[in-house]
């Protein structure tokens, strides 16, 4: 009889997870695509790597972001978060700063933080800027699927944040995207079944 109780207890802890991880699956791919376009006080670029000073793929299509949304008045100013990669002279915040600054941004309209390695920690100090500067409003700026994840850590760490992904993320064919989105998948159920314990 306990045999048969423990057997059915594992069942249904199956089918939970089962639906936990389907469920977590759909909410990245389809969050991917919203993009809520409304007027913020500040953007706040999420880091990716960089190649000596320039900035990746990856990073360049979330700073080009960025800098539409500025020229287009729908933010005001930018914070470009990430601190140095192993082995690199900058940090990806600063090589963020100098390509904006290339590409027209005024210079006091940038904030940069030198000190994260992984998304909570861009999130987290940005916030300190955020707060810092009186922001009130932010548009976070990542890739689509990277979105659903970057949204949730900053609502519970506070931010009033809107959704912007970048419309021409290097992640484009299936081939790339495939893998990005089971990572994404694994941090992100991670993330929620690490909550209760934070």
């Known amino acids: 009889m306990l045999k048969k109780s423990l057997f059915k207890l594992a069942f249904v802890i199956i089918i939970i997870f089962v639906v936990f991880i389907g469920y977590s699956a759909y909410s990245i791919w389809s969050f991917s695509s ?17 190649w000596e000073d320039e900035p990746s793929p990856v990073f360049r299509e979330r700073i080009n972001h960025a800098i539409w949304l500025y020229e287009n008045d729908y933010v005001d100013k930018i914070i470009f978060t990430g601190g140095k990669g192993k082995g690199t002279q900058f940090a990806e915040s600063e090589v963020g700063r100098n390509y904006a600054i290339e590409n027209n941004v005024n210079i006091e309209d940038i904030f940069i933080e030198t000190k994260s390695k992984i998304t909570e920690e861009n999130i987290r100090y940005a916030y300190e800027i955020i707060q ?67």
């Open 34 to 50: 919203e993009d809520q376009l409304v007027k913020t006080d500040v953007a706040v670029v999420l880091g990716a790597a960089v």
């Open 132 to 198: 810092d500067q009186n922001f009130r409003t932010c548009t976070i700026v990542s890739d689509p699927l990277h979105m659903k994840r970057a949204m949730l850590m900053a609502e519970n760490t506070g931010i009033d944040a809107y959704s912007s992904p970048t419309r021409s993320s290097a992640y484009k064919t299936l081939t790339s995207q495939i893998p990005f989105f089971f990572r994404e998948l694994f941090y992100y159920t991670g993330y929620i079944i690490s909550l209760p314990f934070r």
